[in-house]
């Protein structure tokens, strides 16, 4: 089976780039997390088919236990120690990010990796096409960081109406706030 052509990474970054602390989130943005799993998930998808998300093994422990495995979703996890996680019909172990890809099911119709650092810092330069970056316009306290990858000059940022064509739904443009953290969701596409 030929690897998927195409991967988009989903990440929720502050302007310093902190994405988590203490193995989980660094706030608690229920509107963010609703764009998340709609995002995720997808809509009007073609009968017989999911989509298909890849995590790390701390990713999947920072999901709370009742989430997880992420519904509607084939559900793939990264760990070289193959941890007990659960439903292996659900979610299969997986010893590296390469064995996880190979292994996305035929049937996946978008794949997402959802994190967390390590995942997304070694796959962007190579195995992500795509990232649906929520920008968290805040400096919050965070112990996991992602890369800078806009330093790489094939990233561009796509205009607002390529992420809604692309996530076929009105997504907000402009900033959002929720609980007093402003965001925005932004799109940024490598074109190789
Ligand atoms: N990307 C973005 N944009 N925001 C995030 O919060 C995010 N989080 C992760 C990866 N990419 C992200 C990893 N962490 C859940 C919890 C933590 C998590 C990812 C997902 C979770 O519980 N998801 C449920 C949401 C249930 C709800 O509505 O509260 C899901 O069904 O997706």
Redesign the pocket.
């Known amino acids: 089976m030929p690897p998927p052509r195409s991967i988009t990474a989903?990440?929720?970054a502050t302007l310093d780039n902190g994405i988590g602390r203490d193995g989980?989130?660094p706030w608690r943005?229920?509107g963010?997390?609703?764009?998340?799993?709609r995002v995720?998930?997808g809509e009007a998808l073609p009968p017989n088919t999911h989509n298909a998300v890849i995590?790390g093994r701390k990713?999947w422990d920072?999901?709370?236990s009742k989430?997880?495995p992420?519904?509607d979703r084939h559900n793939l996890v990264v760990s070289r120690a193959g941890v007990d996680v659960g439903d292996a019909h659900l979610t299969t172990p997986h010893n590296s990010l390469e064995s996880a890809i190979s292994a996305v099911p035929s049937t996946a119709h978008r794949t997402f990796l959802?994190?967390?650092a390590q995942l997304y810092n070694q796959s962007l330069p190579d195995h992500v096409d795509r990232v649906?970056l929520?920008r968290v316009l805040e400096s919050l306290p965070c112990d996991a960081f992602l890369d800078d990858f806009t330093a790489d000059k094939r990233w561009r940022r796509a205009p607002h109406a390529e992420l809604r064509e692309w996530v076929g739904w009105d997504v907000p443009e402009g900033d959002v706030e929720e609980k007093g953290i402003r965001y925005r969701f932004e799109m940024w596409v490598k074109d190789l």
């Open positions: 989903v990440v929720a989980g989130l943005l229920p963010e997390m609703k764009y998340f799993a995720t998930t995590m990713t920072g999901i709370p989430f997880r992420l519904k959802i994190g967390g649906l929520t």
